[in-house]
């Protein structure tokens, strides 16, 4: 499911929305003019590694891991099995270089894909919680969602070495912030059926976003099952979306006059 628009004015310009967003695409643009190298360092320094936190207080250590998996390829008439590039993973042992990643990590991308579908849904809910909350606690329930969001992927990932990247979780804290605000509110959205048949259907904001959530449940209690190498931050979603809900239970500021309608305040359509 797409979402391309809700109906739900906002009564304030949201710029530290439009500011994150910038941000994002900034820093990947810098990533994307990097070289490959350059580009993996950039990454694995940024990143949050779930094993920099085994080995705090044990001096710095190095290690080596795949970049993708063993591939075939033709070579001279034959396909040849080959063996995908290493990277050189070093882990200084401090808690700076474990922590700080933390938040560095929410700015980074692996794709256009992923920034692009990252910074559609903030843009869509992002503008609303930011005019419901201010920009202060806006930007707190972000990053504190973000922050709640790589530690239950480093939980899940316990001891790997694969870098958790984007802003994905942070993104589910806002999307938990609006479902708990905002659950009578609109979303147009794009039901995708075979190749050509995208019908447009307008639901209930809990309904998409309760549908969201539990289709991020299940795909990460499905890749429990297998040994983490890359792919998705399931968890990131489940937990980011959780701190979201409660963050804005415990920050937002009762509603007064025109602060627009609220969590028991169903909406009309326009």
Partial sequence: MIPFRDNIPSRRDPVLTVALIALNVLVYFFQWVLDDQARTRFVFRFGAIPRAFQVIGKGEQAFSMPLGQPQ????????????????????????????????????????????????????????????????????????????????SQVIVNWGELTPIIGA????????????????????????????????????????????????????????????????VAWWAHVGGFIAGLILMRLIAPEPRGQDGPTWNEPVESP
């Fill in 72 to 151: 075939w390829v033709l070579r001279n008439g034959q396909e040849v099995l080959v063996d995908p590039p290493l990277a050189d993973v070093r882990l200084s042992g401090t808690w700076a270089a474990a922590l700080v990643p933390l938040v560095t990590s929410m700015f980074l991308h692996g794709s256009w894909l992923h920034v692009i579908g990252n910074m559609w849904f903030l843009w869509l809910f992002g503008d609303n919680v930011e005019d419901r909350l201010g920009r202060a606690r806006f930007v707190l329930l972000y990053l504190l969602s973000g922050l709640a969001a790589t530690v």
């Fill in 168 to 231: 994905s979780g942070a993104v589910a804290g806002v999307l938990g912030a609006y479902m708990i605000t905002y659950p009578y509110a609109r979303v147009l959205t794009f039901v995708p059926f075979f190749y050509f048949f995208w019908p447009v259907v307008e639901l209930p904001a809990f309904v998409f976003l309760l549908l969201w959530f539990l289709m991020q449940f299940v795909q990460g209690t499905a890749a429990l099952a297998v040994p983490a190498a890359g792919g």
